[in-house]
Every structure is written in structure tokens, then in C-alpha cells.
């Protein structure tokens, strides 16, 4: 999503791997962070809990909705070789932190995106720091050379 949003908005090419038919379950950031605090709480010892929104999507066509709702042509689209290995589906069984934890998603799909291409939109500054390095600079500036940046 970081490198689709970024270069949809600058208008650059956007890479999709393969066919873009590879499906993924898309959770907006807050909604997987209140689950991971969550399970932090009030997990039971030694449980697994996947973490899932129930939101998949095949790849070309969140590509194709991000652009959509920036105003941008899909000929920013370019397919390229797909990775070796690379699955065609991640499935999400959230069930067990659903039915124990009470845990479910607070955004939809189409929220969760609204809030994601707000997001982006409101701190281009930001982006484009990250899609430079210029955050390594800011890093060694507030806490010195020798603590690496993420």
C-alpha cells in the first residue's frame, strides 16, 4: 500500500507482481494494532490468534481502487515478473480472536482505504522524507549517530 499510494499520487508507474490476481485480507492499521493490544491483555497463555478483517481483495484491484479514487488512469499500472514461491492467497482465519477476545474490525474495507489515501494526502512531507531516506538525517539529528533508523 506505501509504494502504490506513493507513486499513484506522484504519478509514477505502480509495479504489480504477476497477473495481480494474488488475493490478500486488507485490515486497516488501527484495527490491527487494537487486536495486537488486545491479545497483549487478555490472551490466553500459549494461544494463537490471526488477525484478519475478512476484507480480500485480489491485488490488482485494490491497485485498481486506490486509483480510483485519486483520479489517476490505471495505465499507472505496469505488471512485472512475479516473485518465485510467491503465494497466490494468504487466508486469515480470525475466528479464535473473534470468539474469545471479542475482537472485530472497526473499518471496513472502503473506510479503512478513505482513511489510508486521507492519510497519505496529509503528509506528503513525511512520504516523500521516507521514500528519499531524509528520516536518517532527522534520526541522527534527535538521537544521534549511533542509534540506526528503522
Known sequence: MPLLLA???SDQLIPVYGDGHNVRDWIYVDDHCRAILLTLRKARAGATYNIGARNERRNIDVAKSVLDRLGKPHSL???VKD???HDRRYAIDSSLIESE???KPRETWESGLSKTIEWYQANCDWVERARSGAYREFYAQQYGSEVAAP
Open 101 to 103: 477476545l471479542g475482537w
Open 7 to 9: 507513486n499513484a499520487m
Open 77 to 79: 499500472l505496469t505488471f
Open 83 to 85: 516473485r518465485p514461491g
